[in-house]
């Protein structure tokens, strides 16, 4: 059965009229992360506590290097049995768990106490970051443990 060329033709435009679409979408759900981190990651750094042999942490490790490929930015990963004093510092009762904090300041914001998945830590961090900046009010991230 063949197809007539018109119909080829309108089909061709249409798939074309989408993509365009979806890539401009796309670029517009991502600038509101884009454009409130990267420029920012430089004043922020993130802290991630795990164990060894966990198997939580064993699936968000590769969660979060993916994110710092996308999004660079400082990362501090703390082993809780080498380093006691910063876990209680922290108050880590959990891992995997993921802090952000602000260079130079005492601010921090809990982003997860458990495994996360990619779009949940990007927005998270995100959101974060947005808060920090004072860009957000906390009823805007309801469920996130914010620290002094």
């Known amino acids: 059965m063949k197809i007539p060329y018109l119909r ?26 884009d454009a409130g981190t990267i ?12 164990e060894d042999g966990c198997p939580y942490c064993e699936r968000q490790t590769p969660v979060l290097q993916r994110y710092l490929r996308d999004y660079p930015m400082a990362v501090l990963k703390v082993e809780i ?14 891992v995997p768990t993921i802090i952000l904090v ?12 458990g495994a996360i998945g990619y779009q949940k830590l990007k927005y998270r961090i995100s959101d974060g970051i947005k808060y920090l900046e004072k860009q957000r009010r906390q009823k805007q991230i309801v469920g996130w443990s914010v620290t002094p």
């Open 8 to 33: 080829l033709k309108m089909l061709a435009k249409v798939s074309r009229v989408a993509l365009f679409c979806l890539i401009i979408i796309t670029a517009f759900l991502r600038s509101d992360v």
């Open 39 to 50: 420029e920012q990651h430089s004043r922020y750094g993130l802290i991630y506590f795990y």
């Open 81 to 94: 049995r080498h380093r006691p004093d910063l876990t209680a510092r922290f108050n880590i009762t959990m």
């Open 102 to 113: 602000q260079k130079g300041s005492a601010s921090r914001l809990l982003i997860s106490k």
